[in-house]
């Protein structure tokens, strides 16, 4: 499930997405979700802080962390996607670039997918290790989480 949404946390909130993203882990789902666009600690925000749920933040170009982008440092599965100048869909059949770490989910998700093609026993941990040790540092690491490598990832699945 990729989760472009979210805002922040409160206790009603909370429990909401946590007991969701424990239903869908317990059932063979893997979730995935936006850390949010307030330069802040994602920690603050739901259902980025959600256990269970592997957290996207966005980077940019020249893999900085995006001015936007909440970090993801204090939580146990955060990783980075390109979030800057995604191009996307737009009605009347055309398209646009946006920012946000609704942009970079989405990488995330799209890549899961296709992992979870090759194994589809992949459990949410083992999908970020993989995605933890496949990716690459970015020049705030300890911010983002490491940058996604696709054809890293689904080589390390192939090989498993």
Same mark, same amino acid.
């Given at each position: 499930?990729?989760?472009?949404?979210?805002?922040?946390?409160?206790?009603?909130?909370?429990?909401?997405?946590?007991?969701?993203?424990?239903?869908?882990?317990?059932?063979?789902?893997?979730?995935?979700?936006? +850390?949010?666009? @307030? &330069?802040?600690?994602?920690?603050?925000?739901?259902?980025?802080? %959600?256990? =269970?749920?592997?957290?996207? !933040?966005?980077?940019?170009?020249?893999?900085?962390? +995006?001015?936007? @982008? &909440?970090?993801?440092?204090?939580?146990?599965?955060?990783?980075? %996607?390109? =979030?800057?100048?995604?191009? !996307?869909?737009?009605?009347?059949?055309?398209?646009? +670039?946006?920012?946000?770490?609704?942009?970079?989910?989405?990488?995330?998700?799209?890549?899961?997918?296709?992992?979870?093609?090759?194994?589809?026993?992949?459990?949410?941990?083992?999908?970020?290790?993989?995605?933890?040790?496949?990716?690459?540092?970015?020049?705030?690491?300890?911010?983002?989480?490491?940058?996604?490598?696709?054809?890293?990832?689904?080589?390390?699945?192939?090989?498993?």
């Amino acid at each position: 499930i990729s989760m472009s949404l979210g805002g922040y946390s409160n206790d009603a909130r909370q429990k909401a997405y946590t007991q969701a993203v424990d239903y869908c882990n317990k059932n063979g789902v893997i979730v995935i979700v936006a +850390a949010g666009n @307030s &330069n802040m600690n994602a920690t603050g925000f739901a259902p980025a802080n %959600a256990t =269970g749920a592997i957290t996207v !933040s966005a980077i940019d170009a020249d893999l900085n962390k +995006a001015t936007f @982008s &909440n970090y993801i440092s204090d939580l146990n599965m955060g990783i980075a %996607a390109p =979030g800057v100048g995604i191009y !996307s869909t737009i009605p009347n059949n055309q398209y646009a +670039a946006y920012n946000g770490t609704s942009m970079a989910t989405p990488y995330v998700a799209g890549l899961v997918g296709l992992m979870r093609s090759i194994d589809p026993n992949l459990t949410t941990t083992e999908v970020y290790d993989i995605l933890d040790r496949t990716g690459r540092n970015t020049k705030n690491t300890d911010l983002t989480g490491k940058l996604i490598l696709p054809h890293a990832a689904i080589k390390a699945v192939l090989q498993r």
